[in-house]
């Protein structure tokens, strides 16, 4: 016989690779499932990773979820909390007919703001964070005023009250254990609260002063848009309530302010009272009487006027 030629021996050979290839597939396959039947432990690798990966039970997963939940539900009642403040109004503006009041959100954002007045050996952004909360009791309380019969004390007592429930909003209590969700927060609230009550540290004595000052700046802007006396607010916070010497400053210029602009509406007002009570007779003779005097229209008017009283109190007197 010939020898078969190189490309009959290839061919050969890769016929007998392949059959040897499909017989150890094949035994591969037997003895694997054989294993997987009868040990158990012998998984496929990435089926491996699987299973270590699953919990024995969904306890814990079960545990992280709840927790979860229950501090968004934390989060979302802190959030609406914090909302009623927007629609709380200031009872003392409302008690004394203010038709557009201000919301206790709206003063607390400007006595946040009015920080920036502060001088740099002041811890600012502590005073920010005070002004911003300085009131977030009055979410639960209201405005509790002077007038509405509440002593001091119980009003002290119900502002802890409520502040204590917002902190613990941040930082939820469950099984008897803390969940440190929130917890530096809540810390941070009790803390800037309590220093802000008890006036000891200077920012604490600022924001006091910041909450005062922009109370009667409020006044006097009501003051001018709808025309009231809001006189009592300024009587009950003069610049001595102040302890800031800059916002001392400051105070006595919106005290200054106010005390141009009432003289200027009394003169103004007396003015359209004179006015009124002189005769086209009088007010010609001053108009005329005027150019060649050296008082002015103004001290001819009270002059005259002076004389209308003398001669109606001599009429009245004659008739008696």
Same mark, same amino acid.
């Given at each position: 016989?010939?020898?078969?030629?190189?490309?009959?021996?290839?061919?050969?050979?890769?016929?007998?690779?392949?059959?040897?290839?499909?017989?150890?597939?094949?035994?591969?396959?037997? %003895?694997? !499932?054989?294993?997987? !039947?009868?040990?158990?432990?012998?998984?496929?690798? %990435?089926?491996?990773?699987?299973?270590?990966?699953?919990?024995?039970?969904?306890?814990?997963?079960?545990?992280?979820?709840?927790? *979860?939940?229950?501090?968004?539900?934390?989060?979302?009642?802190?959030?609406?909390?914090?909302?009623?403040?927007?629609?709380?109004?200031?009872?003392?503006?409302?008690?004394?007919?203010?038709?557009?009041?201000?919301?206790?959100? &709206?003063? /607390?954002?400007?006595?946040?703001?009015?920080?920036?007045?502060?001088?740099?050996?002041?811890?600012?952004?502590?005073?920010?964070?005070?002004?911003?909360?300085?009131? =977030?009791?009055? !979410?639960?309380?209201?405005?509790?005023?002077? &007038? &509405?019969?509440?002593?001091?004390?119980?009003?002290?007592?119900?502002?802890?009250?409520?502040?204590?429930?917002? #902190?613990?909003?941040?930082?939820? =209590?469950?099984?008897?254990?803390?969940?440190?969700?929130?917890? /530096?927060?809540?810390?941070?609230?009790? !803390?800037?609260?309590?220093?802000?009550?008890?006036?000891?540290?200077?920012?604490?004595?600022?924001?006091?002063?910041?909450?005062?000052?922009?109370?009667? %700046?409020?006044?006097?802007?009501?003051?001018?848009?709808?025309?009231?006396?809001?006189?009592?607010?300024?009587?009950?916070?003069?610049?001595?309530?102040?302890? *800031?010497?800059?916002?001392?400053?400051?105070?006595?210029? =919106?005290?200054?302010?106010?005390?141009?602009?009432?003289?200027?509406?009394?003169?103004?007002?007396?003015?359209?009272?004179?006015?009124? #009570?002189?005769?086209?007779?009088?007010?010609?003779? %001053?108009?005329?009487?005027?150019? #060649?005097? *050296?008082?002015?229209?103004?001290?001819?008017?009270?002059?005259?006027?002076?004389?209308?009283?003398? &001669?109606?109190?001599?009429?009245?007197?004659?008739?008696?």
């Amino acid at each position: 016989e010939s020898l078969p030629s190189g490309r009959e021996r290839f061919i050969h050979c890769s016929r007998t690779c392949g059959l040897v290839l499909a017989h150890l597939l094949l035994a591969s396959t037997l %003895i694997s !499932s054989s294993c997987c !039947s009868g040990f158990k432990s012998h998984h496929h690798p %990435i089926r491996s990773l699987h299973t270590m990966a699953e919990p024995k039970d969904n306890s814990s997963l079960e545990r992280a979820q709840n927790d *979860t939940s229950d501090y968004n539900h934390a989060a979302v009642e802190f959030a609406q909390l914090l909302g009623r403040l927007k629609t709380t109004p200031r009872t003392g503006w409302v008690r004394r007919g203010v038709p557009k009041w201000e919301s206790v959100a &709206d003063h /607390s954002w400007r006595v946040a703001a009015l920080s920036l007045l502060l001088p740099e050996d002041y811890d600012v952004q502590k005073c920010i964070a005070m002004g911003v909360l300085h009131d =977030v009791a009055e !979410s639960l309380t209201g405005d509790i005023c002077p &007038d &509405d019969g509440v002593s001091q004390q119980e009003k002290a007592r119900l502002e802890e009250k409520a502040v204590d429930k917002i #902190a613990s909003l941040l930082s939820r =209590v469950k099984n008897g254990a803390e969940i440190d969700f929130n917890a /530096s927060s809540a810390k941070q609230l009790l !803390s800037l609260l309590h220093e802000y009550e008890k006036r000891e540290s200077k920012e604490a004595i600022a924001v006091k002063d910041l909450d005062l000052l922009d109370m009667i %700046i409020q006044a006097g802007e009501y003051e001018e848009c709808y025309g009231l006396d809001l006189g009592e607010f300024y009587d009950g916070t003069p610049v001595s309530r102040f302890r *800031t010497s800059e916002l001392q400053n400051v105070a006595q210029a =919106v005290h200054d302010q106010r005390k141009s602009r009432m003289d200027a509406q009394s003169n103004s007002t007396e003015k359209n009272t004179t006015k009124n #009570a002189l005769s086209a007779s009088d007010a010609a003779f %001053i108009a005329e009487y005027s150019k #060649a005097s *050296t008082l002015s229209s103004e001290e001819l008017e009270r002059v005259v006027m002076a004389m209308r009283k003398w &001669d109606n109190k001599s009429t009245n007197t004659g008739n008696d």
